[in-house]
């Protein structure tokens, strides 16, 4: 008798401790740094970073080029430039692996 098992991956958890710290804060620019997921679930492949510019009346996004960048495993840091000075900003991180459809998530 055989038997056949097959584990499949499921999404990773969300990235833990995301933040920015105050001395890596410049005029158009910020660091932010995060630790990989508690349940990884599988290889992560990348980690996104999307942000959002929030303005006092509405929020606005910004174009698509500019609202994700791709980061690759095993940096768990990314130095945003191109900022507004005085400006705040939404950030989210996702990891995404195989199983990620396809690594889009929405900011809301």
């Known amino acids: 008798v055989t038997a056949t098992i097959r584990i499949v991956e499921s999404e990773p ?31 992560v492949k990348r980690y996104i970073v999307y942000y959002t510019e929030m303005t006092p009346f509405t929020k606005r996004s910004l174009s698509v080029e500019e609202q994700n960048k791709t ?13 507004t000075p005085y400006t705040q900003y939404q950030l989210q991180i996702v990891a995404v692996n195989e199983r990620t459809s396809d690594g889009t998530v929405l900011v809301g």
Do not use: F
């Open 13 to 43: 958890g969300p990235p833990q401790d995301v933040h920015v710290d105050k001395a890596e804060i410049g005029e158009t620019s910020a660091v932010i740094r995060w630790k990989e997921p508690e349940e990884l679930n599988g290889d």
């Open 71 to 83: 980061v690759a495993p095993p940096q768990l840091w990314y130095n945003l430039t191109g900022l």
